[in-house]
């Protein structure tokens, strides 16, 4: 969430809302080279931001523009190879990997950039604002120690436990905590649903925890949540991912096409470039997946419905 390390954000769902999905860069639409017609296929990552920002795209296409869309959903590095190759056309969220836009954009080419999402995402450590405010200095990462013995689990071995998500998530947690000496222990809960599910246990029984988190992200809303501050992010901080010892970027999230599609998928490739919506708009939509249990494509419709003038903005 990279996602950085994530990952968004950010829904879904696995409900996926995040689980590591299969690699399936292998798989392409069932729709490619069916004569005449005109599909799109775009990459979902796995949380529930992603999912949003897909299913009204998807409704758009389908319902505005006349195009059949695939959804295939791989993690997120892979879905950089996937878009490479042509297995997909689009990514409509990605939280940051230099690695891949350097091979891709700058040096194969085979990528191109899509602007803005029009979404700022940022990664962080978290800890509910009902422990926060009763030990406000929780929030400053120099005194997390202090609090280990709180913030011990079953799985975290004797230390206290750092959640988080996916194992495929891009994340710098188990550097940060050897770098800065804590005396922590990354645990994965699996997937963004799984990490959901025990946050809200937590807090359902107000217990304290520490947590891997990222905004935007409609649980902030459910469980309000305070970051801690890390070191303060400085540019190159994090170039060697095993020396990594400050905060992760504040991340204005982006779009990425493969490059043939960016330059021959004409409406519907004008379209994903004009695609840009704000942060209560995705979560608007995230919330009614997530939380209200609707289908993507029926909460898609439903904020399609009453935001005309923000999509009529996007079609060619």
């Known amino acids: 969430m990279s996602r950085k390390r994530i990952t968004a954000a950010a829904a879904v769902l696995v409900l996926a809302t995040g689980c590591g999905a299969a690699d399936m860069t292998k798989q392409a639409s069932p729709f490619a080279n069916a004569q005449g017609a005109k599909t799109v296929t775009l990459s979902v990552q796995s ?5 949003a920002n897909v299913a009204v795209a998807q409704y758009l296409l389908e319902h505005e523009l006349g195009y059949r869309v695939d959804t295939v959903q791989v993690d997120e590095v892979p879905a950089w190879d996937a ?21 891709y954009v700058q040096d194969k080419k085979t990528i191109a950039a ?11 450590w978290f800890v509910p604002t009902y422990f926060a405010k009763k030990h406000p200095d929780v929030t400053n990462w120099k005194n997390l120690d202090k609090y280990a ?7 975290s071995g004797g230390k206290g436990q750092l959640l988080d998500g996916s194992p495929s998530y891009v994340t710098n947690d188990k550097a940060l905590v050897k770098n800065l000496d804590l005396d922590y222990q990354v ?20 217990k304290p925890f520490l947590s891997y988190w990222y905004t935007p992200q409609w649980l902030m809303e459910k469980v309000p949540m305070t970051e801690v501050k890390l070191p303060p992010y400085e540019e ?6 095993a020396k990594v010892d400050c905060a992760y970027p504040v991340t ?6 493969n490059a043939d599609f960016a330059k021959n998928g004409g409406e519907a490739a004008e379209f994903l470039k004009n695609f840009e919506w704000t942060t209560e708009d995705q979560n608007q939509v995230s919330l009614m997946i997530a ?26």
């Open 236 to 241: 190159g901080c994090d170039a060697d991912p």
């Open 114 to 124: 899509g602007g803005d999402l029009g979404v700022t995402g940022h990664i962080g």
């Open 149 to 155: 013995d709180l913030l011990r689990t079953a799985e």
């Open 83 to 103: 878009l490479s190759q042509g297995r997909v056309d689009a990514i409509l969220e990605d939280w940051g990997h230099p690695e891949q836009e350097q091979r």
């Open 47 to 51: 949380w529930v931001g992603a999912q």
């Open 252 to 257: 204005p999230l982006q779009k990425y096409l």
């Open 187 to 206: 645990v994965f809960a699996g997937s963004e649903a799984a990490q959901i599910t025990q946050m809200q246990q937590f807090a359902k029984e107000k």
């Open 291 to 316: 939380e209200k249990k609707m289908r993507p494509q029926v909460a898609a419709e439903k904020w399609v419905d009453s935001h005309e003038s923000v999509w009529k903005e996007w079609l060619p």
